[in-house]
């Protein structure tokens, strides 16, 4: 069984990549759904967070106050770096965890930065995905609204060069290729 880790960044089609590989039948973990839902349904991890920045993390309801962490951890790398030595751990176990138990020849899971968590090194192969600039501007900014700016800002902090992983693959999503033929090749490689 191999463990592939599907990335790319904002904007290049990462996520209709896993939905075309879920379509054909395959598993397909997604980090930052999960992550989301263990930092809500753990309480050893919302005790750490409450540990590393305060009580205000959560709610009154016990929720994570994701507004209150965002204010904390944009642009400060430091902080960002604890919440992920927080939360990766567990996002690499349960992968791990549930890549044992599939039945199939091959288990994906989706990953913006495969490299801050580790991932890269935990999969046997990294599909990268790629889009021309120009198509990323255009679909976030129909997405999410953001300004072409703001799109630009996001697409220049995340950096791929330090994967490390000798196996990686890429995946043009340019609207030309045809992602389904890339992707049958992959599988059959």
């Known amino acids: 069984m191999k463990l592939i880790a599907i990335c790319g960044g904002i904007g290049s089609g990462k996520s209709v990549i896993s939905h075309i590989l879920t379509l054909m039948g395959y598993e397909v973990y997604d980090c930052d759904s999960r992550a989301k839902a263990l930092m809500d349904g753990?309480?050893?991890?919302k005790a750490e967070l409450c540990n590393a920045?305060?009580?205000?993390?959560?709610t009154s309801d016990r929720r994570i106050n994701r507004k209150y962490l965002s204010e904390k951890i944009f642009g400060n790398k430091e902080s960002l770096s604890r919440v992920n030595s927080i939360v990766h751990p567990r996002v690499v176990a349960e992968i791990i965890s549930l890549?044992?138990?599939c039945q199939s020849d091959y288990y994906?899971?989706?990953?913006a930065l495969p490299q801050e968590s580790g991932l890269d090194k935990v999969a046997d192969e990294v599909w990268l995905v790629t889009a021309p600039v120009e198509e990323r501007i255009a679909r976030v900014q129909l997405r999410n609204g953001l300004s072409r700016q703001q799109v630009l800002s996001r697409i220049?902090?995340?950096d791929y060069s330090n994967i490390q992983n000798e196996n990686v693959k890429t995946i043009v999503n340019d609207g030309v290729?045809?992602?389904?033929c890339q992707l049958i090749k992959l599988l059959t490689i």
């Open 177 to 180: 290729q045809s992602v389904l």
């Open 156 to 158: 220049n902090s995340q």
């Open 53 to 58: 920045f305060g009580d205000e993390v959560l």
């Open 99 to 101: 890549a044992q138990n």
């Open 108 to 111: 994906f899971f989706e990953t």
């Open 42 to 45: 753990s309480e050893e991890i």
